[in-house]
């Protein structure tokens, strides 16, 4: 890294760890090897590499990005990388083979944005207890879409100085109207919000809710967001674009919370402190980006790149609101492992950030219209800012600035295309992948559908079969019954068995589809994960990876959330897949029962017996007490002949031998 | 024939006993001469009559004979009315038979006049070889509980004849000395209606 020593000058927005792979393990599996897959987290973000399997020394070459807001000390926490190796056991728990944990912050300081080196594993607690091997990482620091190389480069002409005194210029005249910015700010963003993204929430559920949460800040500001308007009014104006300021104030505030670097550098308790001055440059960051490459005029300086990358990088709440948490433009983790995973060539540019994934699943979610409004909006925020830096270095040197700018254009105008190639790219990416996935779940639904219905046609069946077997019991009309039931059997069987064949075949069709998309992502072959889905959930996780990215499209920061939430939806999915279960339990009892029925008509010649053998019982019965009647009455008349003529009994014959 | 004419007295004489222990054929033989190896079981009621004679005195014996009774049945009361005598067989064979030979006795004494001559007969002695019940055995019974016994053929014709007029005879001496002629007929307390009774029913059946 050549410019390793200006490191300090500015922030990372986001840093992508490749974990190429381990040595020295400590042997847990069998025959002293391991079946090893690590585990990349920062903060509550995971990924997990692949297992590899039954190796001494393991190599992955998996790499994962993740967002650093609020890089500072204050937040060593979310700075911290681990690295947890663990070995894949058959049964049980996997192990823990060690960890590394990297303190970003310092690695940051110490060193240039990109490093790769062999990272001791220690235990649980961060000790080093025993010697656990070690894992070889590259850790590299990234901005935005802009490696930090780019920035740095953009960076070296631009003193800070100039920045943090317009900085200072705004923070101290908004330090006058308001003290407490922070809260102030979040009814303009909310306004930002709703006004910019307005569109854009018609068109995602998930948002809709957010909206909602931003209604009910809004109402809670409401007091302060028109002061705070006016404010940002009066900030426009010092950004010399006057004649726009209506759109700017609300676009504006659709920045939010986003922190230049500068800022964070000069108040390292933003969070609290953060003025409406900050805000302002800030909300100027997003719209900079793109207002440059559309409008990449000659207004346009090193303080629109900065806000640029300022952009995404805060994603912390800190004007108190969660809304603002996404607006940062992180790449979902869907979206950085689609990008890792997928243009793995890209990758060696080196720019997998996730502001451009961010607007590639705009695009792909097909929000394109608040986009070019936004787009809009931000040309005219973007102008303003570079007349406003150009007016400030005018004041200066005109000369250098124009120089500097030029340069900043074609860097700029370079990075644009290259950035509109991947976009387009990553574009139609996503809609095939969209499209795809819209067929699978299109397919499972079918599916599932098509179980559903086998499903209730299966009880109906079941509940018939129950009210005849009842009825029977009965012995009410024995014989029709017998045969009705017959009857009704034989037509079960083929039925079930044609049904048996396609729910089996679209299942695994399923589970085969369902696993592409994440096929195709070695970052995402996190093993427990996968592993917690099963097959049926894909109908369900697709749906609300198709919501994810909706939500994505606007609301970048709820990915990289995304390895919990799919853990997270594990359960509730899984639900379904027991239900699908156990519906299915229920058919194959039956075909149980109905083999036995069916089979050799046992059953039903018993029932018939039975019937058989009680209505002769009851035929004899009948007869007994005819024969008991009759032979009463023989009796009877017997007696009377005995007692009246008792020669009528005497045997026919009997006068022969005699 | 011509013995109906000139009998001096008919005895009412009942075949008893389980179920196929050769009642009917004792009757054929004994009345008829004739066996019969595959007489089926006897249904309803009926009687022969054998004319002897014994002591100078005709004797017409009515021989009733019915189905091995296994339950009450209406008929009981008049089967055994007027008889005097009575042959309770069972199977040499089959012991079955000989242990029943007590509950027929109960039946016999609660319906017949308690004067009644009983035979305890143990048939089918030409299975002599699958004879389950000891001569003596049923002998002794006999003896204790005031029967005659003999034991008999029916199939060989042996016995036959001897255990019906010993039963005939003793019927006979019973009448002939004033006491049987009360125990045989009608009431024992009645002794002279009684001795009337045999006369009315002699004429009774002369008239027959």
Known sequence: ?658 | MGSDEAYNFVFKVVLIGESGVGKSNLLSRFTKNEFSHDSRTTIGVEFSTRTVQLSGFTIKAQIWDTAGLERYRAITSAYYRGAVGALLVYDITKHLTYESVERWLKELYDHADPHIVVMLVGNKTDLESERSVPNEEAKDYAEKNGLLYLETSALESTNVEAAFNTVLSEIHRKVSSKEVVRGSISAVSLNSSSTENTEEKRTCCKNI
């Open chain 1, 1 to 658: 890294m050549s410019l390793a020593d200006q490191s300090q000058q500015w922030y990372p927005t986001s840093v992508q760890v490749t974990v190429h792979q381990a040595r020295n393990l400590r042997p847990k599996g069998k025959n002293g090897t391991n079946d090893a897959y690590a585990i990349i987290q920062v903060a509550k973000d995971k990924f997990s590499t692949s297992v590899s399997e039954k190796c001494v020394a393991p190599v992955w070459k998996e790499e994962a990005s993740f967002d650093l807001p609020l890089f500072h000390p204050g937040n060593g926490d979310r700075c911290t990388l681990y690295v947890i190796v663990m070995h894949r056991a058959q049964v049980g728990l996997d192990k823990f083979l060690g960890q590394a944990v990297v303190n970003l912050l310092d690695l940051h300081d110490n060193k240039s944005g990109k490093k790769t080196d062999w990272f001791k594993l220690v235990d649980k607690s961060g000790k080093e207890d025993k010697v656990r091997g070690e894992v070889l990482l590259d850790i590299q620091f990234m901005r935005n879409n802009m490696s930090a190389s780019m920035f740095d480069l953009s960076m070296q002409d631009k003193p800070r100085s100039r920045i943090s005194k317009l900085k200072d210029k705004v923070r101290g005249k908004k330090k006058d109207g308001f003290s407490d910015s922070a809260s102030a700010i979040v009814p303009s963003v909310s306004k930002g919000l709703t006004d910019s993204e307005g569109e854009a929430d018609a068109q995602s559920l998930n948002q809709s809710l957010e909206v909602k949460k931003k209604s009910k800040l809004k109402t809670l500001f409401a007091p302060k967001s028109n002061l705070q308007r006016n404010l940002s009014q009066s900030m426009s104006t010092l950004g010399t674009l006057p004649e726009k300021n209506s759109s700017l104030s609300s676009s504006r505030s659709s920045g939010l919370n986003v922190d230049s670097p500068e800022v964070k550098k000069k108040f390292k308790f933003l969070g609290h402190k953060r003025t409406g001055s900050s805000d302002s440059k800030l909300s100027q960051g997003p719209f900079s980006l793109l207002g440059r490459s559309k409008q990449s005029n000659s207004d346009l300086n090193n303080l629109c790149i900065n806000g640029s990358h300022v952009y995404a990088e805060d994603t912390e709440p800190k004007s108190g609101s969660t809304l603002s948490l996404n607006s940062s433009g992180q790449g979902s983790v869907e979206d950085v492992r689609k990008h890792t995973s997928d243009v793995p060539a890209d990758s060696s540019f080196s720019i997998p950030v996730p502001s451009y994934k961010h607007e590639s699943t705009d695009r792909a979610t097909l929000e394109q219209q608040p986009h070019q409004e936004e787009e809009g909006r931000r040309q005219a925020e973007a102008k303003r800012i570079a007349e406003a830096k150009r007016l400030e270095e005018e004041e200066k040197s005109k000369l250098e600035a124009k120089r500097l700018q030029e340069e900043e254009e074609r860097r700029h105008r370079e990075e644009q295309e290259r950035k509109k190639r991947f976009l387009e790219e990553e574009a139609k990416r996503k809609k095939q992948k969209q499209t795809e996935e819209e067929k699978e779940r299109r397919k499972q639904e079918e599916a599932a559908e098509h179980q559903k219905l086998e499903e209730e046609r299966r009880r109906a069946e079941e509940q018939k079969r129950q009210e005849e077997a009842s009825m029977s019991d009965r012995l009410t009309s024995l014989f029709g019954m017998i045969r009705k039931k017959e009857e009704k059997k034989e037509e079960v069987v083929p039925q079930q068995a044609a049904e048996e064949i396609p729910k089996t075949a679209p299942r695994s069709n399923i589970s085969h589809h369902s696993n592409n998309p994440f096929d195709d992502i070695p970052l995402s072959s996190d093993p427990p994960v996968s592993s917690h889905e099963s097959p049926a959930d894909d109908p369900k996780s697709s749906l609300n990876q198709q919501k994810e990215k909706k939500v994505s499209a606007v609301k970048p920061r709820s990915h990289p959330v995304k390895p919990m939430s799919l853990e997270s939806q594990a359960p509730i999915s899984s639900p379904a897949v027991k239900e699908i279960k156990v519906r299915e339990s229920p058919p194959g009892k039956i075909q149980v029962a109905h083999s036995v029925q069916s089979g050799p008509y046992t059953q039903l010649t018993q029932e018939e017996l039975i019937t058989l053998v009680v209505r002769q019982q009851a035929d004899l019965s009948r007869k007994d007490s005819q024969i008991v009647e009759l032979e009463e009455y023989i009796d009877r008349l017997l007696v009377r002949v005995i007692e009246e003529q008792p020669s009528l009994l005497q045997s026919l014959n009997a006068s022969k031998p005699v």
